[in-house]
């Protein structure tokens, strides 16, 4: 089975769309570890270093299978780093339709665990448990995500349609004075499983983007230099199409 466009699979059972997602292959060299690009090298640069700055970002946009609703959802986790004491989670879910935003409190410290190997992050908060985990399917860059807030969550598998792209070229960026960060994007992920909203599941199917970035860099350096370099990444995106760009497929990430 092919999919082109998510909103075609309305009619599609949830055990389908994540069936798909898992055993869909990827197409060229980087669908399987080890894949090296620039001075990056998967999976090892999916887990932890020991940097003074790091964190892992996703954005999706979700719809709902049963009655075509809209939900972006961001999930960002920190470990404990140099001007940050304790490890933390954000968390919001946004409703397009209602125009409200979930859970009320979106920033939640806790404890993380990160693997040095691969991508493995767990999260836990009291009894509540998170994980975002490299799939065991034999192919690269697929992931199960799981979070727990109570009554807000989410549980989704998702699968990179793209490769891997390095920020600047080969994913090293020098950041102010003697400052650096290691920077990539996968920047088209096809996602499916539940969204838990006020208690509520919602079988939902969207696309996503990860952004991972660690490095030594002062935070006021990191922060002016990531304008330029996140507007080129917006760049590199367009001119590697060539043609013409539906935006509603197309996830730009900006933070300013």
């Not at 598998?157 to 090293?172: A, F, H, I, T």
């Not at 030594?216 to 507007?231: E, I």
């Amino acid at each position: 089975m092919s999919v082109n466009s998510w909103g075609d699979m309305l009619n599609v059972s949830e055990h389908d769309v994540l069936s798909l997602i898992v055993s869909d292959q990827n197409n060229g060299d980087w669908g399987e570890y080890p894949y090296d690009v620039g001075k990056l090298h998967f999976p090892r640069d999916e887990g932890i270093h020991d940097y003074k700055h790091e964190w892992w970002y996703l954005n999706l946009h979700l719809m709902n299978l049963e009655s075509g609703g809209k939900y972006d959802v961001m999930l960002t986790y920190f470990p404990k780093q140099d001007v940050m004491p304790f490890p933390m989670r954000y968390f919001m879910i946004t409703d397009r339709g209602d125009h409200t935003y979930s859970p009320s409190k979106k920033f939640t410290f806790g404890s993380l665990r990160v693997s040095d190997e691969k991508q493995d992050i767990r999260f836990r908060k009291g009894l509540r448990f998170d994980s975002w985990l490299q799939l065991n399917t034999g192919f690269a860059f697929e992931y199960g995500v799981n979070v727990n807030n109570g009554r807000d969550g989410l549980s989704v598998l998702m699968r990179s349609r793209r490769p891997p792209l390095p920020v600047n070229g080969d994913g090293y960026v020098p950041a102010g004075v003697g400052g650096y960060s290691y920077y990539y994007s996968l920047t088209r992920l096809n996602v499916a499983g539940y969204l838990k909203l006020e208690g509520k599941h919602i079988p939902v199917v969207g696309i996503g983007w990860v952004d991972h970035q660690f490095g030594n860099y002062h935070k006021q350096n990191k922060l002016k230099h990531m304008n330029g370099f996140v507007y080129n990444l917006t760049i590199m995106l367009i001119l590697s199409v060539g043609t013409p760009i539906q935006m509603e497929n197309l996830l730009i990430s900006i933070r300013l």
